[in-house]
C-alpha cells in the first residue's frame, strides 16, 4: 500500500506498481476525466540540479490534472543560505499540497519526507531515480503486452537509474541484468536489496563486467550517460573507462532480434549509445519521455487525491 510518499520503488509493492500503471493507461487514454482532479493543488518543485524531462513532466502533468507547478531552482530558496530542510519542509507544507524534489544526496529527500506533512515525491537524487523506473516498465508494458518473464539488460554506470530499474524490475517480475566496469557497480546495499527482493518474486538480478553476456536473451537494452548530474569533472576519465559499454548496432546485435533500446534522457550520441541505434526503429526513448508524463500523473493522482 502507499504511503504518503514516493520515495523508492522498494518500498511498494508489485500491486502498488500494478495500480500505478493502470491509472496512467486510463489518464492516457482519457486526460479529459482527469482535468479537476487535483484542482487548486500547488506542486512545490524543488530542483538543486538542472532539467527537461521532469520538470515540464510534473508541471505540465499538475496543470493538466487542475494544479500549478511552481518551479523552485538551486538559488530560488533559503536552503543556500542555511535554512534546514526539516524547517523548509514545515514551512512548504503551508503552501503546497505536495512536493516534488530533484536533489544531490538522498538524505535530503528522506528529510524533506520525514518533515513534510504533504506528499513528497523524489524527482531524482544521487541514489535513486523511481519515477523514471516506473515510466520505463509502464513503456515496455505498452510496446511488449506484459513484463513477467521479460528480461532487461542494462549496461554501463551502475547509478541511480540503474539502482531504481534493479528495484523496479523485481516488481514488476522481470529479470534484470546489470554490466557495468568493476569500479562504477551499483551500490552493493542497493545490489543486496534488490536481489533479496529477486528471490521473493522470484525473478533473476545479476551483476556483470561482461556487456554481451549481460545482453543476451534480453528484450530491453537500457543505457544511461556515463557521467550523472554532479559528476561532470569525471567525464572525460570516465568516457575512457566506459567505452567499451556503449550501446553499439553490434552490441544490439547480441540481444533478441525484437530488442527495444531505451535511454532514459538526456544521451550523449556516440557515448554510451551509438547515434544509429538511439535513432532506429529499436529505439523508444521519446515514447519513454512521454510516459514520465503520464505515469506521473497517476503518482500525484494517487499521492494528492486524498
Ligand atoms: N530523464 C530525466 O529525468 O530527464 P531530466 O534530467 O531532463 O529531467
Ligand atoms: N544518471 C543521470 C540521470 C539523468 C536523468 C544523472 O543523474 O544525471
Redesign the pocket.
Given at each position: 500500500m502507499f504511503g504518503k510518499d514516493f520515495i523508492s520503488i522498494h518500498d511498494f509493492t508489485p500491486d502498488d506498481v500494478e495500480a500505478i500503471f493502470e491509472l496512467a493507461k486510463t489518464m492516457k487514454a482519457n486526460p479529459a476525466n482527469y482535468r479537476t482532479s487535483l484542482s487548486g493543488q500547488v506542486l512545490a518543485m524543488i530542483f538543486q540540479k538542472?532539467?527537461?524531462?521532469?520538470?515540464v513532466s510534473f508541471e505540465v502533468g499538475i496543470y493538466q490534472l487542475g494544479g500549478t507547478g511552481l518551479y523552485l531552482g538551486a538559488n530560488d530558496l533559503q536552503l543556500g543560505r542555511g535554512e534546514t530542510i526539516a524547517d523548509t519542509a514545515r514551512v512548504l507544507s503551508r503552501y503546497a499540497n505536495g512536493i516534488m524534489a530533484r536533489t544531490f544526496g538522498h538524505d535530503v529527500v528522506m528529510d524533506l519526507a520525514q518533515f513534510a506533512t504533504v506528499p513528497v515525491i523524489n524527482g531524482?537524487t544521487d541514489l535513486l531515480?523511481p519515477c523514471?523506473a516506473v515510466a520505463d516498465y509502464f513503456t515496455i508494458r505498452e510496446k511488449k503486452g506484459n513484463l513477467r518473464g521479460l528480461k532487461l539488460a542494462y549496461v554501463g554506470d551502475g547509478n541511480n537509474v540503474a539502482h531504481s530499474l534493479m528495484f523496479g524490475a523485481t516488481k514488476v517480475g522481470m529479470h534484470i541484468a546489470v554490466a557495468t566496469p568493476k569500479s562504477y557497480t551499483p551500490d552493493p546495499n542497493i545490489m543486496k536489496l534488490a536481489k533479496a527482493d529477486a528471490k521473493i518474486f522470484n525473478v533473476k538480478v545479476e551483476w556483470t563486467t561482461d556487456a554481451e553476456q549481460a545482453v543476451r536473451d534480453a528484450d530491453v537494452v537500457y543505457t544511461d550517460v556515463w557521467a550523472s548530474m554532479g559528476q561532470e569533472k569525471e567525464r572525460a576519465r570516465r568516457v575512457k573507462i566506459f567505452k567499451k559499454y556503449q550501446v553499439s548496432q553490434r552490441l544490439m546485435s547480441k540481444a533478441r532480434p525484437d530488442a527495444l533500446f531505451m535511454h532514459?534522457?538526456?544521451a550523449h550520441r556516440d557515448e554510451e549509445v551509438a547515434a544509429e541505434v538511439m535513432d532506429s526503429p529499436q529505439s523508444i526513448v521519446f515514447d519513454e519521455a512521454e510516459n514520465r508524463l503520464h505515469t506521473q500523473k497517476a503518482i500525484m493522482y494517487t499521492l494528492m487525491r486524498r
Amino acid at each position: 500500500m502507499f504511503g504518503k510518499d514516493f520515495i523508492s520503488i522498494h518500498d511498494f509493492t508489485p500491486d502498488d506498481v500494478e495500480a500505478i500503471f493502470e491509472l496512467a493507461k486510463t489518464m492516457k487514454a482519457n486526460p479529459a476525466n482527469y482535468r479537476t482532479s487535483l484542482s487548486g493543488q500547488v506542486l512545490a518543485m524543488i530542483f538543486q540540479k538542472p532539467s527537461t524531462r521532469t520538470r515540464v513532466s510534473f508541471e505540465v502533468g499538475i496543470y493538466q490534472l487542475g494544479g500549478t507547478g511552481l518551479y523552485l531552482g538551486a538559488n530560488d530558496l533559503q536552503l543556500g543560505r542555511g535554512e534546514t530542510i526539516a524547517d523548509t519542509a514545515r514551512v512548504l507544507s503551508r503552501y503546497a499540497n505536495g512536493i516534488m524534489a530533484r536533489t544531490f544526496g538522498h538524505d535530503v529527500v528522506m528529510d524533506l519526507a520525514q518533515f513534510a506533512t504533504v506528499p513528497v515525491i523524489n524527482g531524482l537524487t544521487d541514489l535513486l531515480h523511481p519515477c523514471q523506473a516506473v515510466a520505463d516498465y509502464f513503456t515496455i508494458r505498452e510496446k511488449k503486452g506484459n513484463l513477467r518473464g521479460l528480461k532487461l539488460a542494462y549496461v554501463g554506470d551502475g547509478n541511480n537509474v540503474a539502482h531504481s530499474l534493479m528495484f523496479g524490475a523485481t516488481k514488476v517480475g522481470m529479470h534484470i541484468a546489470v554490466a557495468t566496469p568493476k569500479s562504477y557497480t551499483p551500490d552493493p546495499n542497493i545490489m543486496k536489496l534488490a536481489k533479496a527482493d529477486a528471490k521473493i518474486f522470484n525473478v533473476k538480478v545479476e551483476w556483470t563486467t561482461d556487456a554481451e553476456q549481460a545482453v543476451r536473451d534480453a528484450d530491453v537494452v537500457y543505457t544511461d550517460v556515463w557521467a550523472s548530474m554532479g559528476q561532470e569533472k569525471e567525464r572525460a576519465r570516465r568516457v575512457k573507462i566506459f567505452k567499451k559499454y556503449q550501446v553499439s548496432q553490434r552490441l544490439m546485435s547480441k540481444a533478441r532480434p525484437d530488442a527495444l533500446f531505451m535511454h532514459c534522457l538526456p544521451a550523449h550520441r556516440d557515448e554510451e549509445v551509438a547515434a544509429e541505434v538511439m535513432d532506429s526503429p529499436q529505439s523508444i526513448v521519446f515514447d519513454e519521455a512521454e510516459n514520465r508524463l503520464h505515469t506521473q500523473k497517476a503518482i500525484m493522482y494517487t499521492l494528492m487525491r486524498r
